[in-house]
Every structure is written in C-alpha cells, then in structure tokens.
C-alpha cells in the first residue's frame, strides 16, 4: 500500500511539471489521504527524498524540488566565482551555437536544475 501512495505522489508530481519545475501539494490532504489508506506519510516523503528529491514542509503544503547533486553544486559555484570576461565569452560561444545545439545544452541544463 505504502509503494503505491509514494507512486502516486511521483505521478502527481509529474503531472504537475516536474522535475523541471518545484511542485506544491497541499499538506493537509495529503496527510487526509495517507490516513485513509493507513499509509506513514512521512515514511513515503523520507523514501522520495531518498531519490534525491527535495522536501520543504510548510504551514499548509508540501514543496517538492530537485536537490542538486554535487557535480552541479560544483558547477553552480565555478560560475559564481568567474571572472566577468569569461563568463561574456560563455555567452558568447553559447549565442553562436546552432540553434539545435543550444536546444539540447538548455535542455540539459534544465534537467539538472539549473534554472
């Protein structure tokens, strides 16, 4: 019972637009619902945070997002630290891509949170 309350959760969540996007459910029915199916709710939130999804409770509902790995903490950093030149010539080499190219590079990053 527990894996298909978590399943649905995923599936909510997709429904809504993520992972591109942070997704909110509300937390009182969420918790109504869990009740209804004798589910541990916060047995199946600490799973899906197992997968690397971030969980943020508030007064009324819950916030899912994707948790950045360190490989794009690393990143997210390295950017954060260039110096102005190099990040204009990034840009740069990012506005003279093919049109496809630069697609797949946003997608990407899209993919890995970054914006």
Do not use: C, H
Not at 20 to 45: C, F, G, H, M
Not at 89 to 102: F, L
């Amino acid at each position: 019972m527990q894996q298909k309350f978590y399943e649905l959760i995923l599936n909510n969540l997709k429904t809504n637009g993520f992972p591109e996007k942070k997704v909110s459910l509300p937390l009182e029915k969420l918790y109504e619902a869990a009740d209804k199916k004798n589910v541990n709710l916060n047995k199946v939130l600490e799973k899906i945070e197992k997968e690397g999804i971030k969980i943020e409770k508030t007064l009324d509902k819950i916030l899912f997002s994707m948790q950045l790995n360190d490989m794009q903490k690393n990143a997210m950093d390295m950017l954060g630290k260039m110096d102005p030149t190099e990040l204009e010539n990034i840009k740069e080499k990012v506005a003279s891509m093919d049109p496809t190219e630069r697609d797949a590079l946003l997608q990407k990053a899209k993919e890995m949170g970054m914006f």
